[in-house]
């Protein structure tokens, strides 16, 4: 199983950027996926995650309203669509995959992780 996550870059504040997860291995479609985070320093943190039928979602409080998680099971790929971004979302961004997950917000209910992809807002 590979998680490739991409799209980081350095954006300025309020601005969009958007993630993306391509997964490869795996019956894609069976996995709940998500996404977390870890800013220098601090601990990983949840950010979003969505179930393996693709309709709940779930999403820590700071990203509310900010952020929209989806998937497209035709193609393998999970995305993380970035709004109105602040400095405090800098951190490396991982994608991750729990066979037949639901919208866990906890790491360890994931079995497989991609490498991270860094993300970096200016003020």
């Known amino acids: 199983v590979q998680l490739q996550a991409s799209g980081g870059g350095l954006v300025q504040a309020g601005g969009p950027l958007r993630l993306l997860c391509a997964a490869s291995?795996?019956?894609?479609?069976?996995?709940?996926l998500g996404w977390f985070r870890q800013a220098p320093g601090k601990e990983r943190e949840f950010v979003a995650a969505?179930?393996?039928?693709?309709?709940?979602?779930n999403y820590a409080t700071s990203v509310k309203g900010r952020f929209t998680i989806s998937r497209d099971n035709a193609k393998n790929t999970m995305s993380l669509q970035m709004s109105s971004l602040k400095p405090d979302d800098t951190a490396v961004y991982y994608c991750?995959?729990?066979?037949?997950?639901?919208?866990?917000?906890?790491?360890?209910?994931?079995?497989?992780w991609g490498q991270g992809t860094e993300v970096t807002v200016s003020s």
């Open positions: 969505i179930g393996w039928s693709g309709g709940p979602t």
């Open positions: 991750a995959a729990a066979y037949f997950g639901g919208v866990n917000p906890t790491s360890s209910g994931y079995g497989y």
């Open positions: 291995g795996l019956t894609f479609s069976r996995y709940g």
